[in-house]
């Protein structure tokens, strides 16, 4: 049997192509483990697939002053130390990497172990995390043709994102009554993250009496985001995070407003979700959010705002165009040619673990 390591935590979105892989990879026969920090979004994430789950300390890479950059190296240098006494007892055939902070002493420990490591990098540019990481891989995969201009020749692979396949399977009922909609009214399902977007949360709840005329509106607001004072609103209801019923919010769903980091917009065009982006501003980011939302907007998937620009006007407006126009976005992403990424992804695992 061979063995494999996944790797990548800190927000949901360096997780949950992991996740769409582990069917698969169960199905070819691996024995899969998951390395990931002690107590982050990851553990919670992972612990429903009985798969073994290995902490280790892990340091956040920051670009930006913080007094705990003068501590959290040596809790990488901790972690690069757990993560090498980890390999060395599971003694995997390879690693496959989705990035964040927690990755990094992983990749370094399969590197100085000998071990081949495959990264995916979602986002049009590489991020902190991956740029120190892809040195030590074997391959790096992604999901715009235009990132292949950043990566070191021979290595990259135009994959495109593993997308849960349970999220094809969802019921439109089954998410009205979990919500408590009617099925005579659209719905607006708006995705701040995993952690929240104070700006998308706040620009929404704003709007409720405008949206709610038209609209009910499913918002997943991010942990410790929830507004008490709405929670009696009729057509409107929150969730801090939503795991099992997620498909079925989908599958009820025509517009979505969502962030635009990589895997979450991958998601949306999967699923051929009409949607406005609010990418994370530059001023918060190193601008990956925006590059990737102006891809999607090019391509004719979404409608994007900024978020210096966010006002009650310009959302509503937007989301008028894009209802009023559904049927022009759904056309653009049926007709995009999306690569079978668990598959793609899945052969190159098998390949360098042969």
């Known amino acids: 049997m061979k063995r494999i390591v996944l790797t990548g935590g800190g927000t949901a979105g360096h997780v949950t192509p992991n996740i769409a892989l582990i069917p698969k990879l169960k199905e070819e026969g691996y024995d899969i ?9 990851e553990k919670k994430l992972i612990s429903d ?32 130390s757990e993560a090498v006494s980890i390999m060395k007892k599971l003694k995997p055939d390879v690693v496959f990497s989705k990035g964040g902070f927690v990755s990094v002493p992983v990749v370094y420990a399969a590197h100085r172990c000998k071990i081949p490591v ?8 590489p991020g902190l995390a991956n740029k120190i990481s892809i040195p030590s891989a074997s ?12 990566l070191p020749e021979g290595k990259a692979v135009l994959t ?13 009922i089954k998410g009205l009554d979990f ?16 952690m929240g977007a104070v700006a998308v949360n706040t620009a929404v709840r704003n709007a409720l009496p405008m949206l709610l005329e038209q609209f009910q509106v499913v918002h997943l607001c991010g942990k410790d985001k929830l507004d008490s004072s709405l929670s009696n609103l009729k057509g409107y209801v929150q969730f801090e995070y939503i795991k099992d ?20 917009i991958c998601e949306l065009l999967a699923l051929k979700k009409p949607n406005v982006l609010i990418p994370l501003s530059a001023a918060a980011s190193r601008g990956d959010q925006i590059l990737n939302a102006r891809s999607f907007e090019k391509q004719g998937f979404s409608a994007v705002i900024e978020e210096e620009a966010l006002n009650n006007t310009i959302l509503m407006d937007t989301i008028h165009e894009i209802y009023r126009n559904k049927s022009k976005y759904l056309d653009a992403m049926s007709n ?19």
């Not at 995009?336 to 042969?354: F, R």
């Open 49 to 80: 697939f009985d798969i073994p789950y290995y902490g280790i300390s892990s340091g956040k890479l920051r670009r930006y002053f913080d007094v705990k950059n003068f501590t959290d190296p040596f809790k990488v240098v901790k972690g690069c």
């Open 245 to 264: 019923e997620l498909k079925d919010l989908f599958a009820m769903t025509d517009i979505v407003i969502s962030r635009a980091g990589a895997n979450a």
């Open 179 to 194: 919500c408590n909609f009617t099925a005579n009214k659209p719905v607006i399902m708006v995705i701040g993250g995993s």
């Open 336 to 354: 995009s040619k999306q690569s079978d990424s668990i598959d793609i992804i899945v052969n190159l695992i098998k390949d360098l673990s042969e």
């Open 118 to 125: 495959i990264i995916h990098e979602s986002d049009m540019t």
């Open 160 to 172: 495109g994102s593993p997308i849960r396949q349970e999220l094809h399977s969802g019921n439109k």
């Open 139 to 150: 391959k790096v995969c992604c999901n715009f043709p235009e990132t292949i201009s950043y």
């Open 33 to 41: 483990n998951y390395i990931g920090s002690y107590d982050g979004i």
